[in-house]
């Protein structure tokens, strides 16, 4: 069974607090992704990472950034959390290639901070 | 940039009805794929169906199809037979043909609540 953890439900943090989301799959995929879910506007993607150490901005990648030093594991990093950084924190992996890759999902972290 | 629109926020169905839910893109590309996937409350995002631009026919998955017209740049999901287990947020995607990336963009999805 295909599996994308991440490694927590529910995180409260404090203003200008560093904050780690951990996201780690177990399918040898090359791909993965950071979103964030906020009501009335979807998914927004974060950064997305297609090789180890690479990594390329996504649409709001401000504020953000993410490090891949393993093949299974994505990090993203709020270096000083911000009130408007309060969201559901949604990881993703796909397979590498041009195909419709069907993106598999964790459970989301849902971040607020205080 | 590819934009897609889902217009409907809310939907409800009785439980053994048909109900179709609304997605229209923008794009310049002619090489794509569409994806509807399904949020259930408190639970994982999983895939519901996909579609290839480039095929003419339908997606089907058991009681999920799909109405892809692509000059129109429309692409609903039909819900057959609904069930209580149906009840979730659905979310409409778009992704490139080109690249290798496979990165999706998203509407903003439509919370479809199945009722007895």
């Known amino acids: 069974d295909v599996k994308v953890t991440q490694s927590s439900r529910y995180l409260v943090k404090r203003t200008g607090e560093k904050v780690f989301l951990e996201c780690v799959q177990d399918?040898?995929?090359?791909?993965m992704f950071w979103y964030r879910q906020d009501p009335g506007l979807g998914l927004r993607l974060i950064y997305f990472s297609y090789d180890v150490k690479m990594k390329e901005k996504g649409d709001i990648p401000e504020g953000y950034s993410v490090s891949r030093e393993k093949k299974e594991r994505f990090s993203l990093i709020l270096e000083s959390a911000s009130t408007n950084q309060t969201s559901m924190y949604l990881c993703a992996s796909s397979a590498w290639g041009g195909g419709p890759y069907e993106q598999y999902f964790g459970p989301g972290t849902r971040l607020t901070v205080t | 940039a590819q934009t897609v629109t889902q217009s409907q926020p809310e939907m409800s169905v009785q439980e053994a009805e048909t109900v179709t839910l609304s997605c229209t893109y923008d794009?310049?590309?002619?090489?794509?794929?569409l994806f509807w996937y399904k949020q259930p409350p408190s639970r994982q995002m999983i895939l519901v169906i996909r579609?290839?631009?480039?095929?003419?026919q339908n997606a089907t998955e058991n009681r999920f199809s799909v109405n892809f017209q692509k000059a129109a740049k429309s692409f609903s999901l039909k819900i057959s037979d609904s069930q209580l287990g149906d009840t979730a947020m659905y979310f409409c995607?778009?992704?490139?043909?080109?690249?290798?990336?496979?990165?999706?963009?998203f509407g903003t999805g439509t919370r479809l609540q199945v009722t007895l």
């Open positions: 794009t310049s590309e002619n090489n794509y794929y």
């Open positions: 399918m040898d995929h090359e791909n």
């Open positions: 579609q290839e631009a480039y095929k003419q």
């Open positions: 995607a778009f992704m490139r043909g080109a690249g290798t990336a496979s990165k999706l963009t």
